[in-house]
């Protein structure tokens, strides 16, 4: 009897030993075998910010060795970007697919084929090994409607309130990862808030799943109520492939939120635009209201007064960057962590302050990282 359990016990610790073994020959596979990753790529639509974050995410994906290239890159959208890299990159361990950039150009009806296109794609050819999904609307096309492969977000207002992941800390997805920034607006609205203690604040946002996701609104209402201040909403259509029209809602919005408000919140929206913020700026100039840019500083320079947003986009990169080659290297992508928090950088434009009548106290102005003498016309 002694024996057999002898026995026994050497069968069962051989198993195990070879399992082990496995595992970890599969967790090292693509490091060991040089095999590259092909990624694909899909946005909602041209803006600004994915055109940020993709730059930012070449140079680290560079800096960190998962594409070889050599020199400087010319290219400004993001679809000649994706195929200078693609066509440029020779090496490392991401292959930027030459054929698969998507985007539906915002528009509702293309936006259904491309992510037909992109599940048919995944599921015939087997040609994609991860997709980006830059933005909301990718992001809520593809997660939980394409499960075959691995799906990276980024760029994306509120991803667990968009239902793209289930949490913050990791997704609960098992083939999701979505980069996330706890609190960012909050953060915002609060220093904001320090520098000018607004009473009233104007909102603009598409009325819709996603439009709120990209306005943040739910938690600015939380907000408003610690803060004690009324909250204002305009709403103006955002995703639309008609620019004119989106740009002619939010002037519209401008011109109410003027009236009834101290201040406006200006968030990712489809009408604000290098066409519109000229005209959106001298309605708030002219009506002394205080202007306060998420996106950044190029909204500043044209005209809007204060901007604390996530202008230094490359440690993101690099945070996405680490992310793929601990997956590479073995980590489910539903146990990577995907909180990463931001810093904000401050930009003023000393130029609208003046015209408004706002004096700015020499602390405001020490911490400010970028400031505008004048008005720039883009």
């Known amino acids: 009897m002694l024996r057999i359990n002898v026995y026994c016990i050497n069968v069962v610790l051989f198993v195990l030993f070879i399992c082990i073994s496995m595992m970890g020959y599969a967790g090292d596979n693509l490091e060991s075998n040089q095999e590259r990753l092909r990624v694909a790529y899909y946005q909602g639509g041209d803006y600004g910010e994915y055109n940020d974050y993709l730059k930012a995410m070449v140079s680290a994906f560079s800096d960190t060795g998962l594409i070889?290239?050599?020199?400087?890159?010319?290219?400004?959208?993001?679809?000649?970007?994706?195929?200078?890299?693609?066509?440029?990159s020779r090496g490392g361990k991401l292959e930027f697919i030459q054929n698969g950039f998507y985007s539906s150009g915002w528009d509702a009806k293309d936006r259904l084929r491309v992510r037909d296109e992109i599940r048919s794609r995944v599921r015939s050819k087997s040609d994609i090994d991860l997709i980006i999904a830059m933005g909301t609307w990718a992001a809520k096309d593809l997660a939980g409607y394409v499960s075959d492969i691995p799906i990276l977000v980024v760029s994306s207002s509120n991803p667990v309130e968009a239902g793209i992941v289930?949490?913050?800390?990791?997704?609960?997805?098992?083939?999701?990862?979505?980069?996330?920034?706890?609190?960012?607006?909050?953060?915002?609205?609060?220093?904001?808030?320090?520098?000018?203690?607004?009473?009233?604040?104007?909102?603009?946002?598409?009325?819709?799943?996603?439009?709120?996701?990209?306005?943040?609104?739910?938690?600015?209402?939380?907000?408003?109520?610690?803060?004690?201040?009324?909250?204002?909403?305009?709403?103006?259509?955002?995703?639309?492939?008609?620019?004119?029209?989106?740009?002619?809602e939010v002037v519209d919005c401008f011109e109410y939120l003027s009236k009834h408000s101290d201040a406006i919140y200006?968030?990712?929206?489809?009408?604000?635009?290098?066409?519109?913020?000229?005209?959106?700026?001298?309605?708030?100039?002219?009506?002394?209201?205080?202007?306060?840019?998420?996106?950044?500083?190029?909204?500043?320079?044209?005209?809007?007064?204060?901007?604390?947003?996530?202008?230094?986009?490359?440690?993101?990169?690099?945070?996405?960057?680490?992310?793929?080659?601990?997956?590479?290297?073995?980590?489910?992508?539903?146990?990577?962590?995907?909180?990463?928090?931001?810093?904000?950088?401050?930009?003023?434009?000393?130029?609208?302050?003046?015209?408004?009548?706002?004096?700015?106290?020499?602390?405001?102005?020490?911490?400010?990282?970028?400031?505008?003498?004048?008005?720039?016309?883009?």
């Open 68 to 88: 070889d290239l050599d020199g400087e890159l010319s290219s400004l959208s993001s679809f000649k970007l994706w195929n200078e890299v693609s066509v440029r």
């Open 166 to 248: 289930k949490n913050q800390a990791k997704s609960g997805v098992y083939n999701v990862f979505a980069h996330v920034d706890p609190n960012y607006y909050e953060r915002q609205i609060r220093l904001l808030y320090r520098i000018f203690p607004f009473r009233k604040l104007g909102m603009i946002y598409e009325d819709s799943t996603l439009g709120r996701s990209y306005s943040a609104i739910e938690k600015i209402r939380s907000v408003s109520a610690q803060l004690d201040y009324e909250l204002i909403e305009c709403h103006a259509i955002s995703d639309t492939p008609y620019q004119e029209q989106a740009e002619k």
């Open 266 to 378: 200006i968030t990712a929206h489809g009408g604000v635009s290098e066409n519109s913020i000229p005209i959106l700026s001298k309605i708030a100039r002219e009506n002394r209201v205080v202007t306060l840019s998420e996106v950044g500083k190029d909204e500043v320079k044209y005209g809007f007064l204060l901007s604390l947003s996530r202008v230094d986009k490359y440690n993101t990169g690099i945070f996405i960057a680490e992310s793929i080659i601990e997956y590479m290297n073995g980590v489910p992508l539903n146990e990577l962590d995907q909180i990463f928090q931001e810093s904000l950088k401050m930009s003023i434009n000393l130029k609208t302050a003046e015209e408004i009548g706002l004096y700015l106290y020499a602390d405001t102005l020490a911490a400010a990282d970028k400031i505008y003498y004048e008005i720039e016309a883009p």
